[in-house]
């Protein structure tokens, strides 16, 4: 049963629909090489898809999570700002916001910006993650 909206209120409609059938397609961008994260220092920052993507390897395994900080949307690692790793987290310069760079979750939040009545914080969210892998002739892919 469906509802359409009508002048005088909801009025509820039969409709018959195909069940809906979806199917998730990885797709798989090069966007580096392992030699040239190996040669950075063990993490870069990519462009594909319009998005900046945070590479990061460790314990040779890789991880990408976004380059923009979801504090305030600066990048994390930058021509200015530059990103802080310690053990499996990232650092955004700007604000000190933590981020577990394996999940992207938030392990600290803004702890240089005061918490007074009338300038709160934003709430803490998580930096987005994306799957990456290394194919076989180690070219470093990304599904974003």
């Known amino acids: ?5 009508c002048v005088s209120g909801l009025k509820a ?6 069940p ?14 392992k030699d040239e994260i190996d040669a950075a220092g063990g993490f870069t920052v990519v462009k594909t898809a319009g998005k900046k993507v945070l590479i990061k390897e ?3 395994q890789l991880y990408a999570v976004s380059n923009k900080c979801s504090h305030l949307g600066l990048p994390i690692e930058g021509k200015i700002l530059k990103a ?3 053990d499996t987290c990232v650092t955004c ?3 000190g916001s933590q981020f577990d760079i394996k999940t992207g979750e938030v392990v600290e939040w803004c702890p240089t910006i005061p918490n ?12 987005p993650t994306f ?14």
């Open 84 to 86: 802080k790793f310690s």
């Open 131 to 144: 799957p990456v892998r290394i194919s076989g002739n180690g070219q470093v892919e990304i599904d974003v």
């Open 13 to 18: 409609a039969q409709t018959k629909r195909a």
């Open 116 to 127: 007074w009545a009338g300038f709160a914080k934003a709430k803490p969210a998580p930096l």
């Open 58 to 60: 460790l314990d040779g």
């Open 1 to 5: 049963m469906a509802f359409v909206g």
């Open 20 to 33: 809906r059938v979806c199917e998730v397609k990885m797709a798989w961008t090069p966007v580096t090489t």
């Open 93 to 95: 310069a700007a604000h």
